[in-house]
T-cell receptor
Framework: EDQVTQSPEALRLQEGESSSLNCSYT??????LFWYRQDPGKGPEFLFT???AGEEKEKERLKATLTKKESFLHITAPKPEDSATYLC??????????FGPGTRLSVLP | NAGVTQTPKFQVLKTGQSMTLQCAQD?????MSWYRQDPGMGLRLIHY???????DQGEVPNGYNVSRSTTEDFPLRLLSAAPSQTSVYFC????????????FGSGTRLTVV
């Protein structure tokens, strides 16, 4: 059975203080790993897809990386508007899509 | 494109009442799913569909019913609402058979009293 865990559960950063969020996964066969951002009261919004170990994707202050067992979402010099819950999910070869519980990020001015 | 549209945004039901949450997408996506999101539990899959006329159960299907008569619409029915069904419900769709992620609707916040 596919499993996705995320750490930490919650993270508070000062504006400009860089950090990383972790997504660890166990999957029968990985077709893709996805990162989403979710703001309070809204649906998850797609950020990145990673397909193979060693792959990296960047968008503004965010960079996602992938290894065979985990993915990291690196946040460089975050701003208060980066505050949100960040979800990761895996898609396996059976077309099963499994989400992790999320990391709640707060960036203080 | 509107993407994935959910209605209503908010709903309060009394225990035992039934209702239908509506979901429509205009992207011609084959796959559609319903998730519920509860504090500390993450997104849990209720039911999903891989195409018109095909539905299947997810992780937490009890108390819910779905149908998929068209590619665009995927309504979720609560048969007899219970307080345990108080949650935020999200509908999502994606292209079938490819390694693409889901596009989500904005959610329905349901309270059962």
């Amino acid at each position: 059975e596919d499993q996705v865990t995320q750490s930490p559960e919650a993270l508070r950063l000062q504006e400009g203080e860089s950090s990383s969020l972790n997504c660890s996964y166990t999957v029968s066969g990985l077709r893709g790993l996805f990162w989403y951002r979710q703001d309070p009261g809204k649906g998850p919004e797609f950020l990145f897809t990673l397909y193979s170990a060693g792959e990296e994707k960047e968008k503004e202050r965010l960079k996602a990386t992938l290894t065979k067992k985990e993915s990291f979402l690196h946040i460089t010099a975050p701003k208060p508007e980066d505050s949100a819950t960040y979800l990761c999910a895996v898609l396996d070869y059976g077309q099963n899509f499994v989400f992790g519980p999320g990391t709640r990020l707060s960036v203080l001015p | 494109n509107a993407g994935v549209t959910q209605t209503p945004k908010f709903q309060v039901l009394k225990t035992g009442q039934s209702m239908t949450l509506q979901c429509a997408q205009d992207m011609n996506h084959e796959y559609m799913s319903w998730y519920r999101q509860d504090p500390g539990m993450g997104l849990r899959l209720i039911h999903y569909s891989v195409g018109a006329g095909i539905t299947d159960q997810g992780e937490v299907p009890n108390g819910y019913n779905v149908s998929r008569s068209t590619t665009e619409d995927f309504p979720l029915r609560l048969l007899s609402a219970a307080p345990s069904q108080t949650s935020v419900y999200f509908c999502a769709s994606r292209i079938g058979g490819r390694n693409y992620g889901y596009t989500f609707g904005s959610g329905t916040r349901l309270t059962v009293v």
